[in-house]
Nanobody, 126 residues
Framework: QVQLVESGGGLVQAGGSLRLSCAAS????????MGWFRQAPPGKEREFVA????????????DYADSVKGRFTISRDNAKNTVYLQMNSLKPEDTAVYYCAADLRMTTDSNQYDYWGQGTQVTVSS
């Protein structure tokens, strides 16, 4: 089992920045894929935001949703088992509950991820 705990959400004005963190514990491994998804409104399918995979050394694979490319940056600290999502130039349409997820596969499909955090609310005011 892998436990994921997100933090860093909050209220920010449009154009502002937030950094989300996701701490992993349990049966973690550096080669797991860590992803971020968001959901708005409740009940809607979770939307892919970004994922990161550490291949080894200084090689990372990342992927981003088109809607966040150039504004969001995903990174990870393997020593701390933590993944980050730096969100800049936030827009009101970025308002959502953001979830951290983990799996062994590089995929943008939320249905393929086995492990999820509880979510953290991000609200961007206009």
């Amino acid at each position: 089992q892998v436990q994921l705990v997100e933090s860093g959400g909050g209220l920010v004005q449009a154009g502002g920045s937030l950094r989300l963190s996701c701490a992993a514990s349990g049966r973690t491994a550096s080669n797991i894929v860590m992803g971020w998804f968001r959901q708005a409104p409740p009940g809607k399918e979770r939307e892919f935001v970004a994922f990161i995979y550490w291949k080894g050394g200084n090689t990372y694979y990342t992927d981003y949703a088109d809607s966040v490319k150039g504004r969001f940056t995903i990174s990870r600290d393997n020593a701390k088992n933590t993944v980050y999502l730096q969100m800049n130039s936030l827009k009101p349409e970025d308002t959502a509950v953001y979830y951290c997820a983990a799996d062994l596969r590089m995929t943008t499909d939320s249905n393929q991820y086995d492990y999820w955090g509880q979510g953290t609310q991000v609200t961007v005011s206009s």
